[in-house]
């Protein structure tokens, strides 16, 4: 898959790891969203924040952004995401462009693609992913 | 001690039977006769009414549909209010709307009696085995005096707030949860399509920053053994999110990926047949990217 956008790109050929590791960007930047937006109506309804993200990881909501970015427990992985919005925009955007390419649907993920692309638009390419927090609870009228 | 339960479908007979397992006296009420017959079966006393279970029972558990039958079954003809005795704890354990929570609590609190909502989460397994995830919301004393009571039906008790924080986080919960259901499914299909084997895709994911609860537990336990099975609907997910975007709007908040996510559960509600409706990844897939295989192979 990665190899076809590759050679579609004239670059070098790369392999499983790349494509893995552009589907683990995408769902990265998916879980991320929902995490934050899931944060936001919490904070809007008056519950702590702490007491939220404890109740969402004993439960099934639970991520890696819920366990690491929102509880500063921060961990580096094989493919640590702590970067900026452009940077994770770039890292999914193959698979994005891979999907369309085998017609494959992405009915959700694509609100991904769109909500990063929203920010970068709004002068936050540079900015760390964390501040998709603010635009997230901006956006939707915290 | 005797508990009533309101309610004794999937979850609330389950709740029923672990708690004559500990020795309650349980009474139970539901307005489908089967449902009934089958926790009479268990050992469960069946009344006629909610208003007749609040007359028996220092402690109600309720666990119904959805939050016009918490209202019906707590205010409306015979309901738990007309029956009820002081001190009483009513245990909300619906998915329902915190201010519906806030509404009944109030009419409730006014009787002498007290009410926590207390919604549950990690499905039928963990309800069989004691092992839910209870989040709370109400008074703290409250709760301390129904802990005995929630111990038995879970291993985790997380008190969230006040009354109806219980509700909003297991709403904003299951929002979360069916986000991430739906990106999971759509990057294995992708990974899938690609070449790659399930085995691998998750293996990947879940030693990465891609990890969530569907690839860790999820999609592991039940899709990669084929062993999915849930009476728990594509229209059951469409009403549990439309809880968390009602409370949402009603705080004036325009979702992003609650609604997009609530869309595509409507689509898949009315549009995937044969499943028995029956949640299933696979139909999700089927219906999203596996159609496409299938009329290219046709035409081939």
Not at chain 1, 78 to 103: H, N, P, Q
Not at chain 2, 113 to 134: F, K, Q, Y
Not at chain 2, 165 to 185: D, E, F, R, S
Request: net charge negative; proline share 2%; with cysteine.
């Amino acid at each position: 898959m990665y190899r076809k956008l590759q050679q579609l790109n004239e670059g070098a050929i790369s392999d499983e790891t790349e494509t893995l590791k552009s589907l683990n960007a995408l769902l990265y930047a998916t879980n991320l969203l929902t995490a934050y937006e899931g944060l936001a109506i919490a904070k809007k309804a008056g519950i702590k924040p702490d007491v939220f993200i404890d109740a969402i990881n004993a439960s099934s909501g639970q991520s890696y952004i819920t366990k690491t970015l929102l509880s500063c427990d921060k961990q580096k992985t094989k493919y640590g995401m702590d970067s900026t919005i452009s940077s994770i925009y770039t890292s999914f955007s193959s698979t994005v462009e891979i999907a369309r390419l085998e017609a494959v649907p992405l009915m959700f993920t694509s609100l991904t693609q769109e909500i990063f692309a929203m920010a970068i638009n709004q002068g936050l390419s540079a900015d760390s992913n964390e501040c998709m927090s603010d635009f997230i609870e901006e956006t939707i009228g915290v | 001690m005797n508990i009533g339960v309101i309610g004794c479908g999937e979850l609330g007979s389950r709740m029923a039977k672990r708690l004559l397992l500990h020795d309650y006296n349980v009474f139970g009420y539901d307005c489908c006769q089967v449902a009934l017959d089958n926790v009479a079966k268990l050992g469960v006393e069946p009344l006629k009414s909610p208003k007749e279970i609040a007359s028996y029972c220092e402690v109600i558990i309720t666990c119904v549909t959805d939050q016009y039958a918490v209202e019906k079954c707590i205010m409306g003809e015979n309901g738990v209010v007309y029956g009820l005795k002081e001190n009483t704890i009513v245990i909300e354990t619906t998915t329902s709307l915190p201010s519906t929570t806030k509404k009944i609590g109030k009419a409730i609190r006014e009787l002498g009696a007290d009410l926590i909502d207390a919604p549950v989460s990690r499905g039928i397994p963990a309800a069989d085995n004691g092992t839910l995830s209870i989040l709370v919301g109400g008074r703290p004393s409250t709760l301390e005096r129904s802990r005995a009571i929630l111990k038995v039906l879970g291993t985790d008790i997380i008190h969230c707030g006040e009354l109806g924080a219980g509700h909003a986080v297991k709403a904003i919960n299951m929002m979360m949860m069916a986000c991430n259901l739906l990106t999971t499914t759509e990057i294995v299909l992708l990974g899938e399509r690609s070449g790659l084997s399930l085995v691998t895709i998750l293996e990947e994911l879940n030693r990465n920053s891609g990890e969530n609860y569907m690839t860790s537990h999820h999609f592991p336990k039940y899709v990669l053994t084929n062993s999915y099975q849930s009476n728990f609907s594509f229209e059951l997910m469409y009403k549990d999110l439309n809880i968390a975007i009602k409370m949402a709007d009603d705080m004036n908040l325009s979702l992003l990926m609650g609604q997009r996510c609530a869309h595509i559960y409507k689509l898949l509600s009315t549009n995937v047949l044969g499943s028995d409706n029956m949640q299933s990844v696979k139909e999700i897939q089927k219906w999203m990217g596996d159609k496409y295989v299938q009329k290219v192979t046709t035409a081939k």
